[in-house]
């Protein structure tokens, strides 16, 4: 089997560099098509650091108005803002056993690891700080550095916590244990993109997302395999898995009761995250990644597309 299917290998995620630009060239199409507008990103952009206050002039917005100069002072002052100089992009990656498995293409931690490398190269061309973490059977966090450094340094982490082989000693790390770890190295007004199965999404995540969305932009990619939610023929399959092999019988023509459930599942994932106030959709680990981001920052309906 090639390993390319099983894990991420460096090589690849370097090959979507070139693929960012068709992310970024898209983005540019949709701003001038005629129903420009009608969607929003779930990104609010580069936003604007405090940098000084001087005395009120006529015109200018009363909105930025220093109140404690003011009262300081005894005189009207205004604040004045500069653009932020550098914005974090950060990407978090499940790194559960339910990501080491894939009926189509890929295990779903590799296409978890080509969503991230994408985002991270978008990101680069954008002129941010890179930032990646991981939970699951493997975490860990690198801190932001900017360019192809941090892109690289980044890569290099998502493939090794994607690996199959998890240390013997290994306790899996909760999501909300890594985002609250997480927002405490980032500045306010970052960028995140979250990869994971619908099932790392408890009750402790979902109240560090809510801190999380306080002060960043939050996106987030449920990612299934075909299998998952497609119908079956009826028969009886092989199923491969590290532990071992097994048989799944399909009585009848269709959809299994365990597939209906985690549709379920998943689709309640996407809705408790759009909730929370993060952009949010299912995919496929068998879609193109360019497709996922593109439809993601458009604010696509939560499912897959092709469903």
């Not at 991230?116 to 973490?133: E, H, K, N, P, Y």
């Amino acid at each position: 089997m090639n390993q390319s299917i099983i894990e991420p290998t460096l090589h690849d995620l370097l090959l979507l560099r070139a693929r960012a630009a068709e992310l970024a060239s898209g983005a540019r199409r949709r701003s001038a098509d005629r129903d420009s507008g009608t969607r929003h990103s779930p990104f609010r952009g580069r936003g604007m650091d405090y940098a000084e206050s001087r005395a009120y002039a006529v015109g200018d917005d009363v909105r930025h108005i220093d109140w404690r100069v003011t009262a300081r002072s005894g005189e009207l002052h205004t604040k004045l803002f500069a653009p932020e100089r550098e914005r974090t992009s950060a990407v978090v990656i499940d790194t559960a056993v339910a990501m080491g498995f894939g009926t189509r293409r890929c295990f779903k931690a590799v296409a978890a690891a080509h969503l991230a490398a994408l985002f991270v190269w978008s990101a680069v061309m954008q002129g941010d700080r890179i930032c990646a973490a991981a939970f699951g059977r493997r975490a860990g966090m690198i801190p932001s550095l900017a360019g192809r450094r941090g892109a690289l340094r980044a890569l290099d982490a998502v493939c090794e916590w994607s690996s199959r082989v998890a240390p013997a000693d290994a306790v899996e790390t909760k999501l909300g244990v890594t985002l609250d770890r997480l927002a405490r190295g980032l500045n306010s007004g970052a960028h995140l993109l979250l990869v994971i199965d619908h099932r790392s999404l408890d009750d402790e995540a979902e109240r560090a997302l809510r801190r999380l969305r306080r002060h960043h932009d939050v996106m987030a990619v449920v990612l299934v395999d075909a299998f998952e939610r497609s119908k079956l023929p009826a028969g009886t399959y092989r199923v491969a898995a590290l532990a071992g092999e097994a048989q799944l019988r399909v009585e009848s023509d269709g959809t299994a009761v365990w597939q209906q459930d985690w549709k379920t599942a998943q689709e309640s994932a996407v809705w408790r995250l759009r909730k929370l106030g993060a952009g949010a959709m299912i995919a496929r680990g068998d879609q193109d990644p360019v497709q996922v981001l593109r439809d993601l920052l458009r604010g696509v309906p939560a499912v897959a597309v092709g469903e």
